[in-house]
């Protein structure tokens, strides 16, 4: 089972990833696959600011979501998040970060889906 911000992909696929803000404090989203950042987004900004999208290879297969504010995301955000799987062909992982002030799990959505061709 996935824990909060991290997903197995298949090995070797390629996956997109896009992230969205809805704080006025900078939000620092890294996408981590295999131990490594392969990623980085960060800005703030309201009403789903995108802060950054990317098409990125799974590798091994364990990619994993990290949020946090301040100084280069020096303060871990809270993280909620889950997959979903239409006609078992279409793959989503989906998290959504608090960073404390407010409780409503919306200042950062990332979203991943896969695969791509």
């Not at 089972?1 to 404090?25: E, I, R, Y």
């Not at 900078?26 to 295999?34: H, Y």
């Not at 490594?36 to 990125?56: D, R």
Request: net charge negative; charged share 15%.
């Amino acid at each position: 089972m996935d824990q909060q911000g991290k997903f197995t992909l298949p090995a070797n696929t390629n996956f997109g990833v896009s992230a969205f803000t809805n704080s006025t404090f900078d939000q620092t989203v890294k996408i981590l696959i295999d131990g490594q950042v392969k990623a980085t987004f960060t800005g703030h900004g309201m009403s789903n600011n995108l802060i950054g999208s990317q098409v990125l290879n799974s590798g091994k297969g364990a990619v994993q979501v990290t949020v946090g504010t301040g100084s280069g995301g020096a303060t871990p955000s809270s993280l909620i998040s889950g997959r979903a799987i239409l006609a078992n062909r279409v793959n989503f992982g989906m998290v959504a970060a608090d960073e404390g002030s407010d409780g409503d799990f919306n200042d950062s959505i990332i979203e991943l889906n896969w695969p791509l061709r």
